[in-house]
T-cell receptor, first 115, second 108 residues
């Protein structure tokens, strides 16, 4: 979805480095999510946020932290990167209007390699 | 959490053939989406279909929520349909769970 922008698109770094992946959206959605995808697998939820004061752990939050700087921005940090965090990372947004069951819209992904 | 199983894991078709992909899930959901992941890794949103039937060109999808499954139909397949198809489900968007995907290869 062109309205969900992830930066950088690709990143190669070394073990132990601090990494920040950024996500911004122009959809006006309150809810934002970070997922990771490992080769041959589906996506798994790392963290999610329902508004700027709300942060929730997902299925695989260990080794990651997030910051919701504004409604439109949600960043994911790896404080000390390790090789098994090499993966494709996706940001997503959704709108909680109505019954709350609205589709999620995904960015194009960030391919992260940790050497 | 909700478990999601997709079948088949791999599918090879000749161009022009039809196919059906299946997604089973273990609990009640009110969000179900089908995605196509292209060779560049982008996730293309195909359908948002927590229940009922939808069609979009050669693709259609049906979800029977009471029986906890969804089907994605691809008719007259084209080489550009190749990629991985994911089903993802959630209850109130709290924790969206993805299946492992069906890898589709369409041969010319």
């Amino acid at each position: 979805d062109a309205d969900v922008t992830q930066t950088p698109r690709n990143r190669i770094t070394k073990t132990g480095k601090r990494i920040m992946l950024e996500c911004s959206q122009t959809k006006g959605h309150d809810r934002m999510y970070w997922y990771r995808q490992d080769p041959g697998l589906g996506l798994r939820l790392i963290y999610y946020s329902f508004d700027v004061k709300d942060i929730n752990k997902g299925e695989i939050s260990d080794g990651y932290s997030v910051s919701r700087q504004a409604q439109a921005k949600f960043s994911l940090s790896l404080e000390s990167a390790i090789p098994n965090q090499t993966a494709l990372y996706f940001c997503a947004t959704s709108d909680p209007m109505g019954s709350g069951n609205q589709p999620q819209h995904f960015g194009d992904g960030t391919r992260l390699s940790i050497l | 959490g909700i478990q999601v199983e997709q079948s088949p894991p791999d599918l090879i078709l000749q161009e022009g053939a039809n196919s059906t992909l299946r997604c089973n899930f273990s609990d009640s959901v009110n969000n179900l989406q089908w995605f196509h992941q292209n060779p560049w890794g982008q996730l293309i949103n195909l359908f948002y279909i927590p229940s009922g039937t939808k069609q979009n060109g050669r693709l259609s999808a049906t979800t029977v929520a009471t029986e906890r499954y969804s089907l994605l139909y691809i008719s007259s397949s084209q080489t550009t349909d190749s990629g991985v198809y994911f089903c993802a489900v959630a209850y109130n968007n709290n924790d969206m769970r993805f299946g492992a995907g069906t890898r589709l290869t369409v041969k010319p």
